[in-house]
């Protein structure tokens, strides 16, 4: 269809739908979101020309996730975006049923755009084996709002014979003058790997390896790659599909998290540590990073899953769900990365903070809230165990090596996510009307959930052993 045509639809669609989104208590204050229908994926994440860009997977016709385009989002600072609507549509032969996700390489004057193109043929398919392609495609721009034709630089039938037909998500990175690209795949025998293509121009794509995966233990698909070095390591970040709940561990139907490698001489081979999940919350996909020119790695993630049956948004009646996480710039200590919001946040707060000391041996309610817009840092160094309630029924709570958040009805259908740690330092929590991330002891660990509550509760709730510090934030 014509990007008119397109243009058309969505433009009947706004005027239809538009008013609910907007007036639904439930759109969040400084997360991103599509403006109207649905999100998913954080796509060509840059900076370029001074300013920061977030593609997005967005399907702007439905909250449910149908056809998807590349949505775009603008910020000089990280913290406040502008809404440049639909950048790419699926507007060619080779990307007609999804302008599927991708990542953005700067160059020079030139941001190079490199995303999937997805392609259903009509008929009995099972679209594993049969019946998709999945093209990757490359745009430029060189104002990063306005693209180029697209070209098609790789098909199915570039990729080994022993891929199904899910192959996407490419991500391009430059080393020693050689360009590289990692691609999420599946076998035709179900099992997640990568592939690695190398380039001289960025046009021209040759085959390079498997470094890694076709495992037993590692699912059938990996989605959305990314390969990046923090510390000098080489890190691999990835969204693995069909790997089994061990304990409090891979509780979500799909997995998102890294793990630090190595990789051989001529990138054959990437030796890879343990897996470890980066979010334990409820909500949270598909995350991608980028460098930018103050040097840091940033991430940001999609909140949200695909295929997640157990719990519900109930915004999709006012047309619209999901969202991103905040931007989170990322260190490594000790090869577990550590996810820190972006110092840029802090202009978010507003007025003075609210501080207190409180014992916890007491039990204690301080009415601190006006709005769930907040932010709010606990330093618990002087604590065993606790117990920490707010916006109606969340619990987080610590006692014997276990971190728990706990949702009752605000949930929605997500009850109880885990995680096993030592010892709780401090507690960071970034709240925004219906949303929660939380960060454990400076980002070691972070949970990221949405939460629906009827109403504001002005109470924080705290009991356990020891002294907490509060520092409350009005955002
Ligand atoms: C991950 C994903 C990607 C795909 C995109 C389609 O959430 O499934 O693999 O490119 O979403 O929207």
Redesign the pocket.
Known sequence: MLRKEFDKQIKDCMDGNLAAVKNDKWRNKYHIMAPIGWI??PNGLCEFNGEYHCFY?YSPLTPMGGL?FWGQYTSKDLVNWEDRGVALYPDIAEDKD?V??GSAFVKDDTVYFFY?G?VKHAGEHDYILTGREQNVILVTSKDGVNFSEKTVVLRNEDFPSNMSLHV??PKVWEEDGVYYMVL?ARTVDDKGCILLYKSKDLYNWEFNSIPAGERDDMGYMW??PDTFKLEGKDVFMF?PQGIDAEGYKYNNVYQSGYAVGNFDEGKKHLELGDFIEIDRGFDF??PQTFEDSKNRRIMIG?MGV?DAVIHRNPTIDNFWQHALTIPRELILKNDKIYQVPVIELETLRKGEAYKAEVSLEEGKTLEIFENNTFELNIDLKNCNDFRVSLREDCVLSFKDGVFKLELGKSGYGRAMRAVEINSIDSLKIFSDNSILEIFLNDGEEVFTTRIYNDSIDKCLKLEGTGTALIEKWNL
């Open positions: 998913n994926d997977q998807k999804g599927y996700s999937t997805n996407r998500d999420g989605e959305c969204s996909y598909a999609w695909p």
